[in-house]
């Protein structure tokens, strides 16, 4: 959708441009962003495409490495611990035009911490944000964070001017179906500016001419083709056929035929992410299924009878043909607070998983039904069916709804559904993300993405303390309590942790980001 906005912003990117051929990059993915306001969705896919157009004040590199963005330097104010300090990067404009200053960064945190953002548990432990003078920025935490630097990879900053005279400054409401300006149009300091955007159809980008970051990375992409195709088959084609030049989603069932191409090439390594259901363990009762007057997974013993029922092993070989590492915890193996034997898958199968239903009084089994994402992750609905028959093995009878992630996740977000999958990165590389989005008591700060209706008080009191525990011994202590509180109670059915598969022409140059975040200022292009 062109507006006068993107129209007069490309005005002023090509006006500055100094390159003089376009070195363009067809890029294709399952499913496209589901917004372009930096604040309203907190979704891989939706952050890959903000990235290029928006910065934060610290990113990742394609190592997964912390490296300066909109602030060159960072530390804890040696006379107050509660107090971080940030040197902002001078010289710095919006695709507009207008400068870049610590104003911009104020009003930009203070919009991902209001109670649209899907942001605002990254800074939930932040009592007050405030500018020292034009190029310096303050965080003052309740309590010393340690870890807060971690927490900023997302906290993408907008223009205050732009935004307030677009009338933009209240976050979209995802969830609750509001269309904004800021949904559609954009204006960020990144290396990109979209020039068209047809949103689940194309969106263009093209290199900003005035960005801050030249000769310090590649830029060798100088315009982006960027098209969603859902269907596996389809996406494949478009590979092989030379239409697109890279795809970040390569179908387990097409690795060799893609990786045998002498025109093409697949890297591979295990992402950042684990894939996991979620139950609706805190009503009284279920919406979704035929026990009348009460909720068979309030009992534990149910939900370590469907644990046991699912057979990761099966999933891996047959489902993802390999292509995935069975999990026992909902969380990657990179993050602090992973342990081996957390990860273990539990044993018992599904005669045992019968017994337990038995003992729990659902001999009989019962009926509900199961939400899951299409076009999200690798091969999403594939294991939900997989799943549907596992889960039949021990009497649970499950309708599959799959539809595509822009009507799926309002429902986990809205607690419309009782039985849902889920993945699940860490960009911070730390347990307490986790705790913060899905085990905390959904709340004002915390808690949005649990949809499981989880509220434990002693445990959201450890959550909490983790934002101001400066005693990392202590910490990692706290961290270990609360996973093995949770992996009691059965709060998630971890199914696998995520392997990524892209391909690409020969021309690409690149490697394979944690994240499954394409940064293609780091691209080269042979």
Not at 155 to 169: F, H, L, Q, R
Not at 253 to 259: A, H
Not at 386 to 404: E, F, H, S, W
Request: aromatic share 8%; proline share 5%; charged share 25%.
């Amino acid at each position: 959708m062109k507006t006068r906005a993107i129209i007069s912003t490309l005005a002023v990117a090509l006006a500055m441009s100094t390159s003089a051929v376009a070195e363009t990059l067809n890029w294709a993915r399952a499913g496209d962003s589901l917004t372009m306001d930096p604040h309203a969705q907190n979704e891989g896919p939706t952050h890959a495409l903000a990235s290029q157009v928006y910065e934060p004040l610290i990113q990742r590199d394609m190592a997964g490495k912390q490296v300066p963005a909109l602030a060159t330097e960072w530390s804890t104010d040696p006379n107050d611990p509660n107090v971080w300090k940030f040197k902002l990067r001078e010289g710095v404009v919006f695709h507009d035009g207008a400068e870049f200053d610590s104003e911009d960064v104020v009003f930009s945190f203070q919009r991902a911490m209001s109670p649209d953002s899907d942001m605002k548990e990254l800074l939930s432990s932040v009592k007050e944000v405030r500018a020292d003078g034009k190029f310096g920025f303050e965080i003052v935490t309740d309590g010393p964070n340690p870890i807060m630097p971690a927490n900023l990879n997302d906290i993408y900053i907008m223009d205050k001017g732009w935004t307030e005279k677009n009338n933009a400054v209240k976050v979209q409401d995802f969830e609750g179906g509001e269309d904004t300006f800021s949904a559609k149009n954009t204006n960020g300091t990144g290396p990109y500016v979209i020039t068209s955007r047809v949103p689940d159809s194309k969106t263009v980008l093209e290199a900003f001419g005035n960005y801050w970051g030249k000769g310090q990375f590649p830029l060798e992409v100088t315009k982006i083709n960027y098209t969603p195709i859902k269907n596996a088959a389809t996406r494949v084609a478009a590979l092989l056929s030379g239409e697109v030049d890279f795809i970040q989603d390569v179908p387990v069932q097409d690795l060799g035929r893609v990786g045998e191409d002498e025109k093409l090439k697949v890297i591979t390594a295990p992402q950042n992410r684990v894939i996991f259901f979620g139950l609706n363990q805190g009503d009284a009762d279920l919406k979704n299924d035929n026990v009348e007057g009460k909720n068979p997974f309030a009992d534990v013993r149910v939900r370590r009878a469907m644990n046991m029922a699912i057979n990761r092993d099966a999933i891996k070989k047959i489902v993802m043909r390999g292509q995935s590492i069975p999990a026992g915890v909902a969380m990657p193996p990179f993050v602090n607070g992973w342990t081996k034997e957390l990860d273990q898958i539990p044993p018992g199968g599904a005669e045992a998983g019968k017994k337990l239903m038995a003992e729990a009084g659902y001999g009989d089994g019962f009926t509900v039904t199961l939400q899951c994402p299409n076009d999200r992750y690798i091969n999403d609905e594939a294991i939900c069916q997989a799943a549907v028959a596992m889960l039949g093995q021990i009497g649970i009878t499950v309708n599959l709804d799959a539809k595509p992630k822009a009507q799926h996740f309002p429902e986990i977000g809205n607690l419309t559904t009782d039985f849902y999958m889920l993945g699940w990165g860490v960009p911070t590389y730390d347990s307490e993300y986790i705790f913060n989005f899905l085990m905390h008591t959904k709340g004002e700060k915390r808690g949005s993405w649990n949809g499981t209706r989880y509220s434990n008080a002693d445990l959201d009191a450890k959550i909490v303390s983790l934002a101001s525990e400066t005693d990392l011994a202590k910490r990692d202590a706290t961290i270990a309590e609360i996973w093995k509180q949770v992996q009691e109670d059965v709060l998630y059915l971890p199914i696998h942790h995520q392997v990524l598969n892209w391909g690409m022409a020969n021309k690409v140059d690149t490697t394979v980001s944690p994240d499954d975040r394409a940064r293609f200022k780091y691209f080269k292009l042979k």
